[in-house]
């Protein structure tokens, strides 16, 4: 028995683009408001100890902030690392 081509796999009546809005969903922040803002999300966390001054301020801030999508560069502050 042969596997399915990979193309019948995908859903192809939805393509990409149609996925932004439930992708821009998943962050609760709209554009630009976390702009300077410490985040406290879970891999922040987790890096928390490679800069306690910025950990501090994000633990200080009100709101809370979580998830800027800056994941990568943990701890993070908006749009300071930007890709």
Known sequence: M??????SRVNL???PHALAPDVESFYHLPHAEHVG????????FAARHLNPALWAEANAQN?????????FAA???GQ???R
């Open 2 to 7: 042969q596997a399915a081509p990979a193309t």
């Open 13 to 15: 009546a939805r393509p």
């Open 37 to 44: 803002k410490a985040c406290q999300g879970t891999a922040c």
């Open 63 to 71: 709101p809370r902030v979580y998830c800027l999508g800056e994941c």
């Open 75 to 77: 701890p993070a502050k």
């Open 80 to 82: 300071t690392n930007p």
